[in-house]
């Protein structure tokens, strides 16, 4: 990961909750860290305990091209992570017009840059496992499998490859080697500093703070459930794989834990409680009236073991007592602790990573 030192390193949607930890992981590797965002999407947020973790702090509506091309056309990175989403399916369905104008419009904004840019920049364009037609069959989703979404979030996300993949077919490809892209697909993300609505593990914690027990809607739904470092070293290592060769250029990577890893919302709320005493949830299953969502997911991510030498590192059980004790602590004692166990836990993966092998540090 020496790449990153020294080098000038754009994150969108930096304010949320993949792209904070992202930005706190990246300072840890000696980047210069530009945040571009709208606003802080949560409160409290993750952003807010890590206290001035970015360098430059830009606040855009992705949606507005020349300002986003404008601002980093200003800094000139080296790296692009875009993470920049509307990310909450509920929302999806409440206002699926912006939910398609951010995640897919947005994504162009960016592209907009790197097709007008005559520098060198590698970037990373982050959708979701949902940018899959989702079929619920029993075996993972290869990269190669159609894309799709029978709901709007879903929808947006397959948008959003379409018009990577238009890029990159029309403008990229004639860049090379000095621009050079990448897609990252993962999804069902957990771990401390998340507290976005409809979300199970937000909405446990936030419960859980007052003493009261969190209702559960859907608790047979299975995921294949990761903490947040495990996308985001695959993220790393794709950014890391485009600087030295352009063999991977404009492909995409799913990032996910093990097929054996997918687990039911059940099964991930009764293993969290166990780090955290004396709380409980209730079943609200029946009669359930939420928007539908999928009940079986899975990824195959083969290409990246094969290819970037990627797979995840931490086990369920793992995933679930770092995420408790990262809100146990910020909740028992304070952001400052809080702020402390993000880095923490950051390092804690990359030692477990270099002894498990699990992706090249």
């Known amino acids: ?27 840890q590797l000696g980047a210069e860290i530009i945040g571009m965002s709208d606003s802080v999407p949560s409160e409290p947020a993750h952003f807010e305990v890590l206290d001035g973790i970015v360098d430059h702090d830009i606040r855009v509506d992705i949606r507005n091209k020349n300002e986003v091309v404008e601002n980093i056309i200003k800094h000139s990175p080296d790296f692009i992570f875009h993470l920049a989403a509307q990310p909450i399916v509920f929302d999806a369905y409440n206002d699926p017009f912006e939910t398609f104008e951010v995640n897919a419009m947005g994504t162009a904004s960016v592209l907009e840059y790197l097709r007008n840019s005559s520098g060198e920049c590698n970037a990373v364009f982050i959708t979701s ?16 499998d159609r894309l799709g979404g029978k709901d709007p979030y879903s929808g947006s996300k397959g948008a959003a490859e379409l018009v990577i993949k238009s890029y990159f077919e029309s403008f990229i490809t004639k860049l090379a080697p000095k621009i050079k892209i990448g897609v990252g697909r993962a999804g069902n993300v957990i ?14 914690v936030r419960s859980w703070s007052i003493d009261e027990k969190p209702e559960i809607r859907c608790p047979q739904a299975t995921r ?31 990032f996910g834990p093990p097929a054996t890893q997918n687990h039911s919302v059940r099964e991930l709320v009764e293993e969290i409680k166990l780090h955290w005493v004396g709380k409980d949830w209730l079943d609200k299953s029946e009669g359930n009236q ?5 009940g079986l997911l899975k990824l195959c991510c083969d290409k990246a073991l094969h290819e970037l030498n990627w797979q995840a590192t931490l086990t369920f059980k793992e995933t679930a007592k770092w995420t408790a004790d990262w809100y146990r602590t910020f909740y028992e004692s304070s952001s400052r602790d809080a702020r402390d166990l993000t880095k923490s836990q950051i390092s804690q993966y990359m030692q477990i990573a270099a002894h498990r092998k699990t992706f090249k540090i």
């Open 191 to 204: 771990g401390g500093g998340d507290w976005a609505p409809f979300r199970i593990v937000p909405d446990c």
């Open 224 to 254: 294949p459930w990761q903490h947040v470092l495990e996308p985001l070293s695959g993220y790393l290592a794709l950014a890391s794989e485009l600087h030295g060769s352009s063999k991977h250029n404009g492909e995409a990577f799913n």
């Open 1 to 27: 990961m020496d790449c990153f030192k020294n080098k000038k390193v754009l994150v969108t949607g930096h304010t949320g909750f993949k792209g904070s930890w992202l930005c706190a992981w990246l300072k």
């Open 290 to 294: 939420m928007p539908a969502e999928a």
């Open 129 to 144: 496992d949902k940018c899959y037609d989702n079929v619920e069959w029993t075996y993972g989703y290869r990269e190669s």
